[in-house]
């Protein structure tokens, strides 16, 4: 089992910056990638990004348009994602999420359905 939970989540002005974080705890070795994705009301759970934990390789959806930028803390089994240029278009809650998987397995693309674990979410608002 593996518990993650997020957290840096906040109000923000149009413009402005925020890391996200999720920590992971449990059985983490078994972890393959972490992926990030958000969510708003009425619609499906967006990929943003993903990283191969034992390697470090990272991918990004064209969505994030370089301003994401996703990075671990492999001894202490976190991951963060620094979100610049916020827009009132990234408001959603944001997810991480842990695939216990085949190691060799291609974290760039991967779907929400094929994460097994996930945390409840961070909230993240943009005001203009």
């Known amino acids: 089992q593996v518990r993650l939970v997020e957290s840096g989540g906040a109000s923000v002005q149009d413009g402005g910056s925020l890391r996200l974080s999720c920590a992971a705890s449990?059985?983490?070795?078994?972890?393959?990638?972490i992926g990030w994705f958000r969510q708003v009301p009425g619609e499906e759970r967006a990929w943003l990004a993903a990283?191969?934990?034992?390697?470090?390789?990272?991918y990004y959806a064209a969505s994030t348009q370089a301003r994401f930028i996703m990075s671990q803390d492999r001894a202490n089994d976190m991951v963060y994602l620094e979100i610049d240029s916020l827009k009132p278009g990234d408001s959603a809650m944001y997810y991480c999420?842990?695939?216990?998987?085949?190691?060799?397995?291609?974290?760039?693309?991967?779907?929400?359905?094929?994460?097994?674990?996930w945390g409840r979410g961070t909230q993240v608002t943009v005001s203009s």
């Open positions: 990283i191969d934990k034992p390697t470090g390789a990272r």
């Open positions: 449990g059985s983490t070795d078994t972890i393959a990638c």
């Open positions: 999420a842990a695939y216990s998987g085949h190691s060799s397995t291609f974290c760039g693309n991967l779907r929400a359905s094929a994460y097994t674990y």
